[in-house]
């Protein structure tokens, strides 16, 4: 059974960097084909796809976002971190982190809970 | 890298069908049969409905079916059921090897 939970800070101050966590089990992101996204939903409104990281280590950036995020692998603790640089309260939103695997990569098939920031001073 | 445009909302009375449109460009939904669709409960994650244009997991019922034309994808609920009202996403693969989302659609079960 795939399971993914998101860990980090519920509160973090303007400027500073978001760092996020994604515990997985039931895969292992050295498989062919495994690949884990995080996407954010700021409060009330819609989704927002951030960023990917693939088993052969290839990374993708939302465009906009490109020069403050940057994802990376621990395959060994089976976890993905998201770090944001410089936050605003505009980044302030659920953070999901999501699987894909061969068959339906490009969709995510399990997501994790969501774990809840808000950027405020 | 624009948001896909859903309508805002749709509703429909039990055991109706209702469908949900999808709008993108050349560049996602009319380049790629890589769209899916998302149903999210208030408070909870999203669930994968639809991938691929068309294909449904196992577990999802028959009555959710996707399609697709030309830059449009759509989202029918066939049989609309109380437990079906829920927000719902559609999301595509793009060119630039990124994923855009639509703006979400309230189904609303009269």
């Known amino acids: 059974q795939v399971t993914l939970r998101e860990s980090g800070p519920a509160l973090v101050n303007p400027t500073q960097t978001l760092t996020l966590t994604c515990s997985f089990s039931g895969f292992s992101l050295t498989t062919l084909g495994m690949r884990v996204s995080w996407i954010r939903q700021p409060p009330g409104k819609a989704l927002e796809w951030l960023a990917r990281i693939d088993w052969d280590d290839d990374r993708v950036y939302r465009t906009s976002l490109q020069t403050r995020l940057t994802i990376s692998k621990d395959t060994s603790e089976d976890q993905v971190v998201l770090t944001l640089t410089n936050v605003d309260p505009v980044d302030t939103a659920t953070y999901y982190c999501?699987?894909?695997?061969?068959?339906?990569?490009?969709?995510?098939?399990?997501w994790g809970q969501g774990t809840k920031v808000t950027v405020s001073s | 890298q624009s948001a896909l445009t859903q309508p805002a909302s749709v509703s429909g009375s039990p055991g109706q069908s209702v469908a949900i449109s999808c709008t993108g460009t050349s560049s996602d939904i009319g380049y790629y049969d890589y769209v899916s669709w998302y149903q999210q409960q208030p408070g909870k994650a999203p669930k994968l409905m639809i991938y691929?244009?068309?294909n449904r997991p196992s577990e999802i019922p028959s009555r959710f079916s996707g399609s697709k034309s030309g830059n449009t994808a759509s989202l029918t609920i066939s049989g609309l059921q109380a437990e079906d009202e829920a927000f719902y996403y559609c999301?595509?693969?793009?060119?630039?090897?990124?994923?855009?989302f639509g703006g979400g659609t309230k189904v609303t079960v009269l």
């Open positions: 999301s595509s693969f793009t060119t630039s090897a990124t994923v855009v």
């Open positions: 691929d244009v068309t």
């Open positions: 999501a699987q894909s695997r061969a068959g339906v990569l490009y969709a995510f098939d399990v």
